[in-house]
């Protein structure tokens, strides 16, 4: 019996020829009356016989002519039943497991997350003619072909494109990653999601933290919590802190990192002295060996020789300013000399950034004054940091959370020491604009940054 022990009380018998055709027409008219329920369970035992082999081939013929009519079953819940039988079963009829694909996404997405009979195609076809659920479906399969990912990087609605980016079984090529931050890089998970992904090269960790810094840029400025440019300014410096740290961790080479970064105006001469105040010296080289176009090798060589005029004419053929000369040479020095406890490059040495303060305070006949601002902001940055970490070191007591020490920001001025018109330090002839031509031009406006304020102003709201 086709039937037996499937659902004992539709007294279907099994026989050959029209008595067969009897038997459908029998289950079909149950069909019409039963309730959903009874109809999703016998769809679904139905379903488990006719994968377990529990039915000849005769009785086969006739099982798949009964399940494939339920896939006009009015019930969502019947066509569920068999989704759910046959999503992941490599013996599921294949036109079954297709038209299951087209239903509605409550259905489609079982057999688009788990089937093995699903086609490339097939599955772009399905993510182009989708929802966001079903394109989610067929984002977190265990296994996703290149093509199938870029088409719904492409097409996919932003919830599918996150479930792409958390799904560690997609093949995801960089120029889709890159795709994905062109159409929602707005979006917070989105780009969470992505920065989770142990293969997110470099260039592309630099742009989502430039979108993320320009997205709270412009939240802080909207909510008016401080202006416009003040919210630019301190974005720009977490971008460059950003770029150190990723240059930093950057295990394959900063070549592609520094030359995208130039070519998107990121590459300025304060996240040079950054990094080499940190102890990046890699970065710093490379970036020299990509704004003068010499070899790499041939730029350590004059960096090591830092006292010689090789050095001074390779920062000339880099378009860096002049003035800036002392405090490259001081910082380049005090990387050979000062040694510390964190050699990351990540994270600004306070050792190195007042070695280099105090060259440029001996060498300032009022030339320099703003460039010794940016570095009395490196200090305190350094030192705030160092506070931070020697916070986080000291045991709680009485079950009372130790708060990290905030050191108050100086009232100098900070300075944009490249990537700008730098007009008006022209005019008062101190520090002129890296001359570079492929930096990106900017009005240079100048603010401090009072960190406590910010703190309470947030805490206020």
């Not at 470099?202 to 909510?223: E, H, I, K, M, P």
């Not at 305070?361 to 601002?373: I, P, T």
Request: proline share 4%; with cysteine.
């Amino acid at each position: 019996m086709i039937l037996k022990g499937i659902k004992p009380w539709l007294g279907l018998g099994f026989a050959a020829g029209a008595d067969r055709i009897m038997i459908v027409r029998r289950f079909l008219q149950w069909t019409r009356t039963a309730a959903a329920s009874e109809r999703a369970g016998a769809a679904g035992a139905l379903a488990r016989a006719y994968l377990n082999g529990a039915l000849a081939d005769d009785e086969r013929e006739e099982a798949l002519l009964v399940l494939t009519s339920l896939l006009d079953d009015a019930s969502p819940l019947v066509r569920q039943a068999l989704a759910e039988n046959f999503a992941a079963a490599p013996e599921a009829p294949r036109n079954i497991v297709l038209g299951l694909a087209d239903d509605q996404s409550d259905v489609s997405a079982i057999v688009l997350r788990h089937s093995p009979l699903l086609s490339d195609s097939e599955l772009i076809d399905c993510a182009a003619i989708g929802d966001a659920i079903a394109q989610s479906a067929i984002a977190l399969r265990s296994r996703l072909s290149g093509p199938v990912a870029a088409a719904i990087a492409e097409v996919g609605a932003c919830e599918a494109l996150i479930s792409l980016a958390v799904n560690p079984g997609a093949d995801l090529p960089e120029f889709s990653m890159r795709r994905m931050i062109e159409r929602f890089g707005f979006d917070g998970e989105m780009r969470e999601a992505l920065l989770s992904r142990p293969d997110l090269p470099a260039t592309l960790r630099a742009d989502l933290v430039a979108t993320t810094a320009d997205s709270l840029a412009a939240f802080v400025a909207g909510c008016n919590w401080m202006s416009g440019e003040r919210a630019n300014r301190v974005a720009r410096e977490a971008r460059e802190q950003a770029h150190v740290i990723i240059a930093a961790t950057e295990t394959f080479g900063t070549e592609r990192l520094v030359a995208h970064l130039r070519a998107s105006g990121q590459l300025t001469a304060s996240l040079l002295l950054r990094a080499l105040l940190g102890g990046n010296a890699g970065l710093f080289e490379t970036a020299l060996a990509e704004l003068a176009e010499l070899p790499l090798a041939r730029v350590r060589g004059l960096t090591h020789d830092w006292r010689g005029a090789g050095f001074v004419a390779l920062c000339r053929k880099a378009g860096l300013a002049e003035a800036l000369l002392p405090a490259f040479r001081a910082a380049v020095e005090a990387l050979a000399l000062v040694e510390t406890d964190e050699e990351s490059g990540a994270s600004l040495s306070r050792l190195r950034v007042e070695r280099v303060l105090a060259a440029c305070k001996a060498e300032n006949g009022g030339e320099l004054d703003r460039l010794l601002a940016v570095l009395r902001r490196f200090e305190a940055e350094a030192a705030r940091e160092a506070a931070r970490d020697f916070s986080a070191t000291v045991p709680q007591e009485d079950g009372q959370s130790m708060q990290p020490l905030m050191l108050p920001m100086p009232e100098e001025p900070p300075l944009l020491l490249a990537d700008c018109e730098a007009e008006e330090i022209r005019e008062t002839e101190e520090l002129p604009a890296v001359s570079n031509e492929n930096f990106r031009r900017i009005e240079p406006r100048f603010f401090s940054v009072d960190l406590d304020a910010i703190e309470r102003e947030l805490a206020a709201a």
